[in-house]
């Protein structure tokens, strides 16, 4: 494929700055750019333009490029995404149900969907148009899925749960796997039988090895637009909200309810039967002990707003010196006691 900056900008809706008549033949990164690709670059990174030699840079705002040709845009990462989509399209997959999938003969299909070789599709099963579900993927009975939703290998989805549209489930995920309830007596656990199932709104993404607990009662939910990382565990009953990120290895134990756009990012522990208010955000390895109040930074075991978190490492680092000034004026403090004593 070859366009010319100007057609990409025009796709993007940007502005150039520079050579529009240039072609484009493909889209890297900043420091691979040639120039006959197109790259984009942000803060802090737009300082060493004048060293890139690419044949166009899609950047948010007028900066010194060199011999670059820009693209302004509102959101140079979207705008990447777009050209990335448009120049590396996805693989086609042939529609149709494969021979050697199992589908149910109550199930129904959408228009335009697809079911590859040793799916498994139970009763009652509702997917919508133009769903694509890869091989070795295992749909429970009484399933809902929306319209343009992507199944990858080995994913399965148990019985009962809904799932919206344009979801995106990764490979070996897992969504509605029974939750983790027992009663102990006499030191013995006996199972508490978990009845409930997951709701997953629109546009959520749930990553490769990712587990979701069903409900005991009710429904574990994840809202619209969340996006969810690999190898992240949600507990039963867990609520997040609207738009949230949940990156790698976090846990988020059973009942806790999250806000809207919360970030949790990589290895965050979460108690439950919490709450945690909007746009709360928790740095990597984060201990959530507690209800969370919305609008702030949180860091370190036990969690702490983020300002307090550096303070307190910052004293950590010196806390050596510290114990030896300590012990220094306990020695000299006896010594004046000493005195004054006789």
């Not at 070996?172 to 030191?187: D, K, L, Q, S």
């Amino acid at each position: 494929m070859k366009k010319t900056v100007q057609e990409l900008a025009a796709i993007l809706g940007g502005m150039v700055i520079g050579d529009g008549t240039r072609e484009i033949e493909d889209i890297k990164g900043l420091q691979e750019a040639g120039m006959q690709d197109i790259t984009f670059a942000v803060d802090p990174y737009t300082e060493y333009l004048p060293q890139v030699h690419a044949g166009a840079v899609i950047v948010e705002k007028e900066v010194p490029a060199g011999d670059n040709t820009l693209v302004l845009v509102k959101n140079p990462r979207l705008a990447f995404s777009q050209l990335l989509v448009l120049f590396h399209p996805r693989q086609t997959v042939a529609r149709g149900i494969h021979p050697t999938a199992v589908v149910d003969d109550n199930a129904v299909l959408g228009d335009n969907a697809a079911v590859m070789a040793y799916a498994v599709i139970g009763r009652n099963v509702r997917i919508g148009k133009n769903c694509v579900i890869y091989p070795y993927v295992f749909i429970g009975d009484n399933v809902t899925i929306g319209d343009d939703a992507v199944i990858y290998p080995g994913a399965v989805i148990h019985e009962n749960c809904q799932l919206g549209d344009r979801l995106v489930v990764r490979a070996h995920a897992v969504i509605g796997g029974e939750g983790f309830g027992f009663a102990t007596n006499e030191g013995r656990h006996t199972r508490i039988p978990q009845i409930g199932n997951v709701k997953i709104g629109d546009d959520v993404e749930i990553g490769a090895c990712t587990c979701i607990d069903n409900g005991t009662l009710d429904s574990t939910v994840v809202k619209r637009g969340t996006k969810i990382d690999n190898l992240v565990h949600l507990g039963h009953n867990v609520e997040i909200g609207e738009d949230c990120f949940i990156i790698a290895q976090v846990g988020i134990a059973g009942s806790t309810k999250a806000g809207n756009h919360c970030i949790f990012a990589g290895q965050v522990g979460c108690t439950g039967h919490i709450t945690i208010g909007d746009n709360a955000v928790f740095a990597g390895k984060t201990g959530i002990t507690g209800n969370v109040e919305g609008n702030q930074v949180y860091a370190g075991y036990p969690m702490q707003p983020h300002m307090e978190w550096k303070r307190s490492q910052v004293y950590l680092k010196h806390l050596p010196d510290m114990a030896k000034k300590i012990k220094q004026l306990e020695k000299k403090i006896a010594e004046l006691e000493k005195k004054t004593a006789e």
